[in-house]
C-alpha cells in the first residue's frame, strides 16, 4: 500500500538525517571538513585582495579562472567510469549559468570553454544576452588542416582569448611540428585576441620559445606530486598520453618551475589540484609560491565561494615567491 506524500513526516526526518550526518560523514568529508574556509554558495563575497586581478594584453582578468571541463562532461576521474555522464547530468543549463554568476559574484571574471562544444558555446550567448559579464577564454582543439576555422569559432562565440589545447601543443611540439603552433599563435591574434600555448609536457613551452614566436601567454600543468594515486611506476615513461593514464598532469614539476621562471611572459597553471585530489589550500599556494600568474581550476557551484576565498587568503599572504608577476 502506498502512502500519499507527507510534507511535515518528510521534513522531520530530513533534519534528523541532518543532524546525525556528522556522525555518519565519509573520510573525505572529515578531511576537507578540517582544512575548509568556512563558505557555502551563498556566502558573502569576501574582500579581494589588491593582488586579485592581473592583464594579459589588455584582458583584466582575476588570478583564479574556472576551468570548463566539468561543464562539457569532461573528468579526469581516474578509473572511474561513470564520472562523465554524472556531469553532464549534474550541470544543466540552469546550473551552469549559476555557476557563472556565483563566479562573477565571488570576483572570478574569467571561464575556460571549448568552442567545439556547441551545447556550451549557446549556453554562454544566452548567458551573455541576458546580462551576464564572465568572459571566455577558448581552448582550441584546431584540425591541423584547417587551423583557422576554431580561431573563428572562438571569435564569433565572444571569446577575449584563445589558446592551443594542451594535447596538441604536445603532439606537436614533440613530432618537429612546432611551426604549426606558430601559425596558431598568429591567426589567433590576427583576429584581435589574446593568443596561448597549453600543454602537459614542458618541452611545450620550451620549443615555442626556441622557435622565437610570440604568444601573450602560456598555460602550463603544475602540481606536486604529493597524492596517492600518482603513485604509479608506468610514470617513469618519458612521454605518457595524458588520457592513458588518467592520474598526474604534472611529471615534471620542479623542471617546470625553474623554467618559467626564465619566461618573460604571463603563466596560467592549469591541473593545480591535479582533478581533485588536492585540496586548494595547498594547491593555490604551490601555484601561486611557484611562480603562476593565474590558475585555471574546475569548479563545482558549491565550491566557487570557498575556492575564491581560500585563494584571496593566500594571495593576501606573504608568498615566498621568486618569480615576478607577470600579469
Known amino acids: 500500500m502506498t502512502h500519499p506524500f507527507d510534507r511535515r513526516r518528510f521534513l522531520k526526518k530530513s533534519l534528523a538525517t541532518t543532524i546525525c550526518a556528522p556522525l555518519i560523514m565519509s573520510v573525505e568529508e572529515h578531511r576537507l571538513l578540517a582544512r575548509a574556509v568556512p563558505a557555502s554558495a551563498s556566502a558573502a563575497p569576501v574582500k579581494l585582495s589588491d593582488r586579485w586581478y592581473g592583464r594579459i594584453g589588455g584582458v583584466k582578468i582575476g588570478r583564479i579562472i574556472c576551468g570548463g571541463n566539468l561543464i562539457s562532461g569532461y573528468a579526469h576521474s581516474r578509473d572511474l567510469i561513470y564520472v562523465s555522464q554524472l556531469l553532464k547530468?549534474?550541470?544543466?543549463?540552469?546550473?551552469?549559468r549559476e555557476t557563472w554568476a556565483l563566479c562573477e559574484r565571488h570576483g572570478i571574471?574569467?571561464?575556460?570553454?571549448?568552442?567545439?562544444?556547441?551545447?556550451?558555446?549557446e549556453i554562454y550567448g544566452r548567458y551573455r544576452k541576458q546580462g551576464g559579464q564572465i568572459q571566455y577564454l577558448a581552448q582550441i582543439n584546431p584540425d591541423p588542416r584547417d587551423l583557422k576555422t576554431a580561431v573563428l569559432q572562438a571569435r564569433d562565440a565572444g571569446a577575449v582569448g584563445a589558446f592551443l589545447v594542451g594535447n596538441l601543443?604536445?603532439?606537436?611540439?614533440?613530432?618537429?611540428?612546432?611551426?604549426?603552433?606558430g601559425e596558431v599563435i598568429q591567426l589567433i591574434q590576427t583576429h584581435g585576441l589574446i593568443a596561448g600555448v597549453a600543454g602537459h609536457e614542458l618541452r611545450t613551452p620550451r620549443a615555442v620559445e626556441e622557435a622565437g614566436f610570440d604568444p601573450d601567454f602560456y598555460v602550463k600543468t603544475l602540481h606536486h606530486q604529493d597524492y596517492w594515486s600518482k603513485q604509479q611506476p608506468a610514470q617513469d615513461r618519458e612521454v605518457i598520453d595524458n588520457y592513458a593514464i588518467d592520474n598526474y598532469w604534472c611529471r615534471d614539476p620542479e623542471e617546470t618551475i625553474g623554467f618559467m621562471s626564465e619566461?618573460?611572459?604571463?603563466?596560467?597553471?592549469?591541473?593545480?589540484?591535479?582533478?581533485?585530489?588536492i585540496h586548494p589550500r595547498s594547491g593555490f599556494r604551490?601555484?601561486?609560491?611557484?611562480?603562476?600568474?593565474?590558475?585555471?581550476?574546475?569548479?563545482?557551484?558549491f565550491q566557487v565561494a570557498e575556492d575564491v576565498a581560500i585563494a584571496n587568503e593566500i594571495l593576501s599572504s606573504p608568498l615566498n615567491r621568486d618569480r615576478e608577476w607577470l600579469a
Do not use: C
Not at 89 to 96: H, T
Open 263 to 277: 619566461v618573460d611572459r604571463p603563466w596560467i597553471a592549469y591541473k593545480v589540484l591535479a582533478a581533485g585530489a
Open 286 to 301: 604551490h601555484a601561486f609560491q611557484n611562480g603562476a600568474d593565474f590558475a585555471a581550476v574546475g569548479m563545482f557551484d
Open 109 to 121: 571574471n574569467t571561464m575556460i570553454a571549448y568552442p567545439g562544444d556547441p551545447r556550451a558555446v
Open 89 to 96: 547530468n549534474y550541470f544543466s543549463e540552469d546550473r551552469i
Open 169 to 181: 601543443g604536445d603532439e606537436w611540439s614533440r613530432s618537429g611540428q612546432v611551426d604549426r603552433i
